[in-house]
């Protein structure tokens, strides 16, 4: 175990809230509101009864935060120390959750080049340029709702106004401009964004129309004539909360949205959490809920985050947009754009005579730069050292530290396999990926005339970039904990224009999902203008999910998994044009033991004017391997490979007579290559393809992971966790807890540590009797006993720069006899054992069989 790191991590996640740690047994989690949770009733209790109900709890003090209609409860902050569990056990309460921060990520200063007219050419990618041209669909007189940090609506491409009669004529501000978890939210009737800039960036997406009105080139959002409903629930910060997401949803419905749009950044988690469970509601009355799959793609699979895990809501991947902006330089009589290194964080500016130095093997090939060998017996000094960005030995601070000690100005790495990758780079060091075929093309150019010179440009440019129109590096990877299908579908999020407040500039280009929501939000839009109504959310899913176009990475053949971008990418053309609902929108094979994939009907309806005919077809994708090597913890990366379910019809031609539907039987077969304890997700599409030239065919996504999800690790071991340390208040030292250890609660805080590499149905931390082996309950820390479900972490926290990990504080020597118990418990003078348990996805729960069980500490008391 590596301990020594792990304690270097507590200390740094102790620090921050040091001064209450010490003066208070809870340690509030940061992304936690202590003493605020969400409540919800039983059916047939509503909020008169509840309220009577706890104000008969003398013991009981709170005030109500927010109260729900769609949803059957409230939320409220308790304010006599309370616990959840405590709330739990009152009669006539359901569930309880904690009140969760949602933060946006802060809003960069844009200084991008925003007039090459290349950036538009999203909608190029989705026929949505087709659609508007020719149908001239605007989507008027469908309302849309952005759920996030208000919109500046005295934008002129926005309509400039607020309420009656103006773009923007719905809306509310649920948080004021200074909202952070510690303060009060400040409701009032004004939802103008002038400080973040993303839900204006959101809206712009969806509908500006900003053609006439000054911008940098004319351009127009996908729905240019939806209104507007503006919720705001991210302050100036970009800091919200769980409830506070809730009412500004709720507000949506009652205000008669059409479609609802969250980009909400959060963690992986079940569908359980109660912003996807009142989303179910608000779909199931027929709204449509769209979210954005997460920017965690650099974490790997299992990683699409919480608010798009509802049933019915569409959970959205994002694709670059072909083209991008860049900085650039000159070399050989090309220009080529690079991405510098985050620790460098500008623009490279080097001198003339920092000449380029491909740094090659004796065999000729580009050499990976991560030592001083590398460098032995060449004269780099002053030099820009071009290298390959091969990661296997080294990463890019071990690369850029050996160029800079042989004495190298600069460092260009040649990303690989292609596209500009991201490096972390050192701060003292001027270092930027390149493309794959830049690379190529500087060593030609050395190679003619080592003495070319670089140019370098301080500006940015618009490029094709390599991976252009493919899907994107940071759209998060599924499946979910329960091996469903999310995301569902994909559209441009990578490099795309809108507006912005007027006083942060106007206009700016930003790249993530929360860009790609808004893209499938306003397709619908369009498409609801072409039916000429509203369409129930589900069904608006299905038929874009039918009609989308499955995509490959840059330079492979075969498809990217379904896990990556599920249905494909949006095309609204097509999803206009089509003729025929294909169902249902998605098949989940599960995995080996659970498969579900020997007997699938599935149902293609045809909804044109003439009998057609249907040929049956399946397409494969590449599929993921994430566990090479017995790693507990998913690569990062997942390892693309072709192992190929197989698949029979009972026919593989299909009549069906308008307005009929006809019933096809699918049988699946696992695939027989991929090993079994690696776990591959495999995947693929159910093609359905119309007689005719302009008719579309419609697809079914499908996925499944071969092996037994069962034994898919759960908890990181890899890393040295679980552990569970104790920390001296008076000293600040953190330790592992010695065998038979006696903890002082007067000086000692027992912490115990967890990193999740996947979902688990419940995460326990139980005691029992060392001798006897008997139960004696489950741990009592800051969040009362632990035993529920959680997402995977993230492998790196922002926040630290370390590997995500997750504390839980042992509180005074107590425990919860039983997962119902109400109140903590001393624990009896004895020895015992700590234990970490994680439940096995798709099992039972019975303990211990079907958990992954790690004792952390013998204990005495
Ligand atoms: C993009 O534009 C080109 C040229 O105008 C056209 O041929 C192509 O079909 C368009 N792509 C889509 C998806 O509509
Ligand atoms: C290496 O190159 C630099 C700059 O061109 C030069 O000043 C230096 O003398 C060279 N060093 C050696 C050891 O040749
Ligand atoms: C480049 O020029 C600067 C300033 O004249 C000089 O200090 C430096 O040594 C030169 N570097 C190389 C690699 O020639
Ligand atoms: C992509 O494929 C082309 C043609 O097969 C090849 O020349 C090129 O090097 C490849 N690029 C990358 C980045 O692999
Ligand atoms: C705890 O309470 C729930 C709901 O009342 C019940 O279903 C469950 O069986 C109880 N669990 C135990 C261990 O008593
Ligand atoms: C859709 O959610 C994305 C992610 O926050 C968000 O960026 C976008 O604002 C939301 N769209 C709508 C329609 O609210």
């Known amino acids: ?434 493309e794959f075929s830049a690379g190529q093309e500087l060593i030609a150019g050395y190679k003619k005339n080592p003495a070319s010179t670089f140019t370098w440009s301080s500006t940015k440019k618009s490029f094709r970039v390599e991976g252009g129109g493919r899907p994107s590096d940071f759209s998060s990877w599924g499946l979910d904990g329960e091996l469903r299908i999310k995301p569902n579908i994909a559209a441009p999020g990578g490099n795309i224009l809108s507006t912005y407040p007027l006083n942060m500039g106007g206009y700016a280009i930003e790249s993530g999902t929360s860009m790609a929501s808004p893209y499938v939000a306003g397709s619908h839009a369009l498409l609801y203008s072409a039916h000429k109504k509203v369409l129930r959310g589900q069904d608006a899913r299905q038929i874009l999910m039918n009609t989308a176009t499955p995509g490959s990475f840059f330079n492979h053949t075969e498809y990217a998994p379904v896990a990556k971008q599920g249905a494909g990418l949006i095309n609204v053309r097509n999803a206009i044009a089509t003729q025929t609902i294909f169902s249902p929108d998605r098949i989940e094979l599960l995995d080996s033991v659970h498969f579900t994939g020997k007997n699938v009907e599935v149902k293609i309806k045809n909804v044109g004017k003439h009998t057609t005919v249907y040929t049956l077809s399946h397409e494969t994708t590449e599929s993921a391997i994430s566990y090479r090597g017995g790693n507990s913890y998913p690569l990062a990366t997942p390892i693309l490979e072709a192992d190929k379910a197989t698949v029979t019809f009972s026919q593989k031609k299909v009549t069906v007579r308008a307005g009929q539907s006809v019933k096809v039987k699918v049988q699946f077969k696992e695939p027989a290559t991929g090993k079994a304890i690696e776990f591959p997700f495999y995947s693929g599409y159910i093609v359905a393809t119309p007689q005719g030239k302009a008719s579309v065919p419609v697809r079914i996504p499908y996925a499944g992971v071969k092996g037994d999800i069962a034994k898919v690790p759960i908890l990181d071991t890899d890393y040295g966790v679980p552990v569970l340390f104790v920390s001296n208040k008076k000293t600040g030292k953190v330790g592992a807890i010695e065998k038979g250890h006696k903890i002082d609660w007067a000086v000692e805080q027992p912490i115990l540590v967890t990193r999740l590499g996947s979902h688990t149905p419940e995460l326990s931390f139980r005691l029992f009797e060392a001798k006897s082996g008997k139960e004696v309950g489950y741990l009592n820390t800051q969040y009362g006993p632990v035993a529920a479900s959680f997402g995977r972490s993230k492998n790196i926290d922002t926040n630290t720069n370390k590997p995500a990990i997750r504390t839980f504080n042992w509180l005074q020597g107590t425990v919860y006899t039983g997962i119902n118990a109400t109140v903590p418990t001393a624990v009896p003078a004895g020895e015992y054992k700590v234990i970490v348990a994680a439940q096995r996805k798709l099992s039972r729960g019975k303990f211990p069989a079907d958990f992954e069980v790690y004792e952390v500490a013998d204990v005495t008391f």
């Open 1 to 434: 175990m590596k301990i020594t790191s792990i304690i270097s991590l507590i200390a740094a996640a102790t620090l921050v809230s040091a001064g209450k740690f010490q003066a208070a047994d809870l340690r509030p989690n940061a992304d936690v509101i202590p003493g605020a949770f969400i409540i919800e009733y039983h059916d047939g209790i509503d909020h008169a009864k509840a309220n009577s109900i706890l104000n008969s709890k003398k013991e009981l003090s709170f005030k109500v935060r927010g109260k729900y209609n769609l949803f059957n409860g409230a939320s409220i902050q308790v304010e006599s120390g309370h616990s959840g569990e405590y709330l739990a056990k009152i009669p006539g309460i359901k569930r309880v959750w904690p009140v969760e921060v949602y933060q946006l990520p802060k809003a960069k200063p844009s200084n991008e080049d925003l007039t090459l007219p290349q950036l538009t050419s999203a909608h190029n990618m989705t026929g949505v340029d087709y659609v508007q041209k020719t149908f001239k669909y605007t989507g008027k007189g469908i309302k849309v709702g952005i759920i996030d940090s208000g919109i500046d609506y005295t934008h002129p491409a926005l309509g400039g106004c607020f309420g009656k009669g103006c773009r923007v004529r719905y809306g509310w501000d649920f948080v004021g401009d200074d909202y952070d978890k510690t303060k009060v939210a400040k409701q009032d009737s004004d939802p103008r964004d002038t400080c973040n800039g993303h839900g204006t960036h959101v809206a712009g997406i969806i509908g500006a129309d900003a053609r006439k009105v000054g911008a940098p080139q004319p351009f127009v959002g996908v729905a240019p004539g939806v209104t507007f409903g503006a919720y705001r629930i991210f302050s100036c910060a970009g800091t919200g909360a769980t409830d506070i997401i809730m009412l500004g949803m709720e507000l949506a419905f009652n205000q008669g949205m059409n479609i609802i749009n969250m980009s909400l950044g959060a963690g992986s988690a079940y569908k359980s959490n109660p912003i996807a469970v009142l989303a179910d509601s608000l779909a199931a009355r027929g709204l449509t809920v769209v979210t954005s799959a997460g920017n965690d793609g650099a974490d790997g699979v299992w990683s699409v985050g919480n608010t798009g895990l509802g049933e019915l809501s569409t959970a959205v991947a994002s694709y670059d947009n072909v083209a991008g902006s860049y900085h650039y330089f000159k070399y050989a009589g090309a220009e080529h754009p690079y991405s510098f290194s985050q620790a460098w964080g500008k623009a490279l500016n080097l001198p003339t005579n920092a000449t380029l130095v491909p740094v090659f093997e004796k065999d000729g090939t580009l050499s990976d730069g991560c030592d001083a060998d590398s460098y032995a017996g060449k004269n780099v000094t002053g030099k820009v050292v071009l290298v390959i960005g091969d990661v296997t030995r080294c990463k890019s601070g071990g690369r850029g530290a050996a160029a800079k000690a042989a004495g190298a100005a600069g460092m260009l790495i040649q990303t690989l396999p292609l596209g500009l990758s991201n490096l972390g780079g050192n701060l003292d060091f001027q270092m930027a990926s390149i």
